[in-house]
């Protein structure tokens, strides 16, 4: 753990899961099903209904919609529902534990921070001003937008924050919970932590291939200072 935080001069943060449970208020299968409704209600020449995939990842089914190749409005009607939800959610949202302190201690020891992420940026710095956490990530949040609907484990989001903070991947450390975050890291040769609140996570990330994961971020908060207390 030391040797791979020691070398990161940058670090890259999905956000929902490492920063914090985002739909702690309201459970990511009902906005799943939200947008999977409005999805199958969507008239598209009297295609059949039920269409998208039967999951309770929100992302997926947004996923979805953009490789099955339909239209444009479609995919532009889900990712605003998507974008009102997360913004609504933003402010009840649940803080990872540690993860407030691991973001401080990071920028106190001279590292660059960023966010890159399948969420919206606006919900992310919506939650950030609510953890003052806004200052050290500012410049620096890169999500999907309406313009840009290019989700991990598409790499985009990692390339836009490794220009950001002006960081070369192997300079660079990506924390995040699920296997796209580490396939959007490797695609670019980016190191690579995962944090997995559950076995299933742990289980799901191994199985991607990433080779450190963690259950908690206070090993992560110890390898920055190991003066810490935790």
Known sequence: MRPLVDAASTVLF??????????????????????????????????????????RDPYVILASALSSGRSRELTTLLEKALTEEESEAAPLAY???????LVHT??????????????????????LRTRATDEVFAGHVHGRTPDELRLKPDPY?????????????ADALMIGDAARDFE???????????????????????AAGAEHVVDSLAPVL???DPAARV
């Open 14 to 55: 999905d956000f929902d899961g490492p920063l914090c449970a985002l739909f702690h208020g309201r459970p990511a299968p009902q906005v799943a099903e939200r947008l999977r409704t409005l999805g199958d209600g969507f008239d598209e020449g009297g295609e059949s209904k039920r269409w998208l995939p039967d999951t």
């Open 106 to 127: 990071l920028r106190a020891t001279g590292r660059r921070l960023a966010v890159a992420t399948n969420n919206s940026p606006s919900a992310v710095e919506r939650y």
């Open 157 to 169: 989001c990692l390339e836009r924050a490794l220009a950001s903070t002006a960081t070369a991947p």
């Open 184 to 206: 959007a890291a490797r695609a670019l040769g980016v190191p690579f932590l995962g944090y997995a609140s559950t076995e299933g996570k742990a289980a799901r990330l191994r």
């Open 95 to 101: 803080p990872t534990p540690y993860a407030d302190r």
């Open 222 to 224: 110890r390898a920055v």
